[in-house]
């Protein structure tokens, strides 16, 4: 994978993120749909950690 591909995920992925955490701090969600949203920030957030390493280690 080239670093402009890198570059692009990483910030698709921020982007994705950044909402996410707007989306959840901002709107009430019942306590499952909170969880999962949560989860899928984890999840966000571990990918974003992932690529950047990625990143520096090319």
Do not use: F, G, T
């Amino acid at each position: 994978m080239s670093i402009d591909e890198i570059n692009k995920i990483i910030a698709v992925k921020k982007m994705d993120l950044e909402e996410c955490e707007q989306e959840l701090n901002n709107r009430y969600y019942p306590s499952i749909v909170r969880m999962a949203m949560m989860n899928y920030i984890s999840a966000l957030q571990e990918q974003i950690d992932k690529y950047d390493n990625d990143h520096i280690n090319l």
